[in-house]
T-cell receptor
Framework: DTAVSQTPKYLVTQMGNDKSIKCEQN?????MYWYKQDSKKFLKIMFS???????INETVPNRFSPKSPDKAHLNLHINSLELGDSAVYFC?????????????FGEGSWLTVV | AQSVTQLDSQVPVFEEAPVELRCNYS??????LFWYVQYPNQGLQLLLK??????LVKGINGFEAEFNKSQTSFHLRKPSVHISDTAEYFC??????????????FGTGTKLQVIP
């Protein structure tokens, strides 16, 4: 029943590793997002995809690469993990990318880089 | 450019007392306004939103907010809080970018602590 689901929920990994976080939404939405929430709870958008096409790419290091195999999935791959990448990553979706649509969030993925 | 300011990082309030969480925004274009709630170790859930029409909007769990265009504010209120309202609350502003898609900016959050 989960509308936006992301896995894994918790991930502890060493610096320099490559890891992926998967996201799926079953709401039939056209737009999906990745947000990063830091230790101070500040939420910042990283990427936005509409129908598998990238529409927003904020100033995120190239080590972060989103992949959208279809409009229901938006995975986040992170290369060469750094300590500063430790955060909670939220996947989200909305009906489309147009104004006023509610954004539905996943439960979050807690990434800890040691 | 748009921005959202939540002046209070923490708001302690006694159970059954009223509360107001403040949100001010800045934008040169029309905005849509949202309040989200985040319970510990969970994702964000929509509380309420203002798109157009009546400036007083009611949301879930007894919360309401009023859009004040002249003061560029969208403060969240509840007349009587419960312990279960303890959470982080985020105000968000949405405008349209040049490509016709929505640009979302979140405030820094206000932690509501309800004291028994």
């Amino acid at each position: 029943d989960t509308a936006v689901s992301q896995t894994p929920k918790y991930l502890v990994t060493q610096m320099g590793n490559d890891k992926s976080i998967k996201c799926e939404q079953n709401l039939g939405h056209d737009t999906m997002y990745w947000y990063k929430q830091d230790s101070k709870k500040f939420l910042k958008i990283m990427f936005s995809y509409n129908n598998k096409e990238l529409i927003i790419n904020e100033t995120v290091p190239n080590r972060f690469s989103p992949k959208s195999p279809d409009k229901a999935h938006l995975n986040l791959h992170i290369n060469s993990l750094e300590l500063g990448d430790s955060a909670v990553y939220f996947c989200a979706s909305s009906q489309d990318g147009l104004g006023g649509n509610t954004i539905y969030f996943g439960e979050g993925s807690w990434l800890t880089v040691v | 450019a748009q921005s959202v300011t939540q002046l209070d990082s923490q708001v302690p309030v006694f159970e059954e007392a009223p509360v107001e969480l403040r949100c001010n925004y800045s934008s040169s274009v029309s905005v849509y306004l949202f309040w989200y709630v985040q319970y510990p170790n969970q994702g964000l859930q929509l509380l309420l939103k203002y798109l157009s029409g009546s400036t007083l909007v009611k949301g879930i769990n007894g919360f309401e907010a009023e859009f004040n265009k002249s003061q560029t504010s969208f403060h969240l209120r509840k007349p009587s809080v419960h312990i279960s309202d303890t959470a982080e609350y985020f105000c968000a502003v949405i405008t349209m970018n040049s490509g016709g898609y929505q640009k979302v900016t979140f405030g820094t959050g206000t932690k509501l602590q309800v004291i028994p």
